[in-house]
Structures are given as structure tokens and as C-alpha cells.
């Protein structure tokens, strides 16, 4: 399968820095037909980076909080034949040609869903918003090898209260350690702007711990 990532920004991302570079409010699209996270910038983001909305089939939400989730979008895009599926923690549904499951995150009032998300190939774990991963995650993500994580990373190598709901990239230097062994390939997603420096230094430091750090528009392979 292949993801593109819509979004890759924290909530304070409210413009682009100086040199340009924007991250959105955080949502990823699945082969152009599942959408994680129906955030207020995810129709512009799917314009943008050349995604047919009337393709999507699909919605799924990790959590209600307003950078992830928009009424308005979820809508609109139900005009063109969007379904959206919702899910209780520990359950499995098969949405078109996946099986997802939903997991649960370390993230703030209410539990987030995690989303585990297979094509019957590979499998996906995409994280956002969340802190450590909760002890049974983390055991099944290394049971079954699998093959893309992707994690919060909202602060950075700074210590700040809020890594009780979101990493810092210590705890993903810490985490990556052990996740490398098993999985094909990790990325970091939902960077505030205020808490990291620029993309490119945060991926040179990343990058010798096995670390990718996810940008709007890019599309990866699973
Ligand atoms: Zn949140
Ligand atoms: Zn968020």
C-alpha cells in the first residue's frame, strides 16, 4: 500500500515559518481511498498534493480533538461518497480491501485510537496523538514485525509536561532503539512548531537512529 502524508504538523502550526515550509494539521491518505483524520486542512492538503477527493471511499478518526477532526470535511466529503467508520478500541472491521484495527493510544482526556491497518500484505501502525506506547501495543508491534510505524513527535529534545500525552524525541530515540529490530521502517509525524527546529536538522538527527521525519506531500511505500 502506499501512504501519503497530508499533514504533518502539531496543533500551533497556524503558518508557514519564514523560509516557507508549512506542516499541516496532521492526516494521512491511503492509497488514495482511506483517509486517517478528517482535520479543517485535509480538503485544501488533498488538493494540493493532487489526491481526487471524489476517489476517497473511506474515513477513519483517531480522535475528536479540532487538529484532527472536522465535521465540515467529513460532509463534504461524504457528497462525493465518503463512508465514515467508526471504531470502539480493541475492534477489527474490514474497510474495503483492509482490515483495520483500532488500538489504544497514551494521549490526553480521552484514549486515542491507534490504528492498525493491513492491506494483506504489510502492516501499518499509524500513532498520532500519543505518548509512550501502551505495553500491549508495543509487544504486538515487535510480535508481528510490523512493517511501518508511525509515531508522535510533537516536542523536541526539550523536556516539556506535555510528553505524558505526546513524545518528545528523546522517547522516539528510545522507542526506535528497540522498534528498528523489527520494523521496515519508522517515521516521525504531528512536529509543533514552536518545540523543533528546522525539518532538515531534525531528519540529520534522526537519521543514525533509524528515525524518517515525515513532511507534507510525502508518499511512502508499505
Ligand atoms: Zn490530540
Ligand atoms: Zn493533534
Same mark, same amino acid.
Given at each position: 500500500?502506499?501512504?501519503?502524508?497530508?499533514?504533518?504538523?502539531?496543533?500551533?502550526?497556524?503558518?508557514?515559518?519564514?523560509?516557507?515550509?508549512?506542516?499541516?494539521?496532521?492526516?494521512?491518505?491511503?492509497?488514495?481511498?482511506?483517509?486517517?483524520?478528517?482535520?479543517?486542512?485535509?480538503?485544501?492538503?488533498?488538493?494540493?498534493?493532487?489526491?481526487?477527493?471524489?476517489?476517497? &471511499?473511506?474515513?477513519?478518526?483517531?480522535?475528536?480533538?479540532?487538529?484532527?477532526?472536522?465535521?465540515?470535511?467529513?460532509?463534504?466529503?461524504? &457528497?462525493?461518497?465518503?463512508?465514515?467508520?467508526?471504531? &470502539?478500541?480493541?475492534?477489527? =472491521?474490514?474497510?474495503?480491501?483492509?482490515?483495520? %484495527?483500532?488500538? =489504544?493510544?497514551?494521549?490526553?482526556?480521552?484514549?486515542? %485510537?491507534?490504528?492498525?491497518?493491513?492491506?494483506?500484505?504489510?502492516?501499518?501502525?499509524?500513532?498520532?496523538?500519543?505518548?509512550?506506547?501502551?505495553?500491549?501495543? +508495543?509487544?504486538?508491534?515487535?510480535?508481528?514485525?510490523?512493517? %511501518?510505524?508511525?509515531?508522535?513527535?510533537?516536542?523536541?529534545?526539550?523536556?516539556?509536561?506535555?510528553?505524558?500525552?505526546?513524545?518528545?524525541?528523546?522517547?522516539?530515540?528510545?522507542?526506535?532503539?528497540?522498534? =528498528?529490530?523489527?520494523?521496515?521502517?519508522? +517515521?516521525?509525524?504531528?512536529?509543533?512548531?514552536?518545540? $523543533?527546529?528546522? $525539518?532538515? %536538522?531534525?531528519?540529520?538527527?534522526?537519521?543514525?537512529?533509524?528515525?524518517?521525519?515525515?513532511?507534507?506531500?510525502?508518499?511512502?511505500?508499505?
Amino acid at each position: 500500500m502506499r501512504l501519503k502524508f497530508l499533514g504533518t504538523g502539531g496543533a500551533d502550526w497556524s503558518s508557514a515559518t519564514e523560509d516557507g515550509f508549512l506542516r499541516r494539521c496532521s492526516s494521512a491518505i491511503i492509497d488514495g481511498v482511506l483517509l486517517v483524520d478528517p482535520n479543517p486542512q485535509c480538503l485544501e492538503a488533498l488538493d494540493t498534493f493532487g489526491c481526487d477527493r471524489g476517489r476517497i &471511499k473511506y474515513i477513519i478518526n483517531t480522535h475528536a480533538h479540532e487538529d484532527h477532526f472536522s465535521s465540515d470535511a467529513v460532509s463534504e466529503l461524504e &457528497k462525493t461518497g465518503a463512508e465514515f467508520i467508526s471504531f &470502539k478500541i480493541g475492534e477489527t =472491521k474490514t474497510v474495503g480491501d483492509y482490515t483495520v %484495527t483500532a488500538l =489504544k493510544g497514551n494521549h490526553a482526556v480521552a484514549y486515542t %485510537t491507534h490504528f492498525l491497518i493491513s492491506d494483506g500484505k504489510n502492516e501499518l501502525y499509524y500513532g498520532l496523538d500519543g505518548a509512550w506506547l501502551m505495553p500491549d501495543v +508495543f509487544h504486538m508491534l515487535v510480535d508481528r514485525r510490523v512493517h %511501518t510505524i508511525v509515531l508522535d513527535a510533537t516536542y523536541g529534545f526539550d523536556f516539556y509536561a506535555g510528553i505524558f500525552e505526546h513524545n518528545n524525541l528523546g522517547m522516539i530515540v528510545e522507542m526506535a532503539s528497540v522498534l =528498528k529490530k523489527t520494523a521496515s521502517q519508522i +517515521f516521525i509525524s504531528h512536529l509543533s512548531k514552536k518545540h $523543533h527546529s528546522d $525539518h532538515k %536538522t531534525t531528519a540529520e538527527a534522526l537519521e543514525e537512529h533509524g528515525v524518517q521525519v515525515a513532511y507534507d506531500g510525502l508518499e511512502i511505500n508499505i
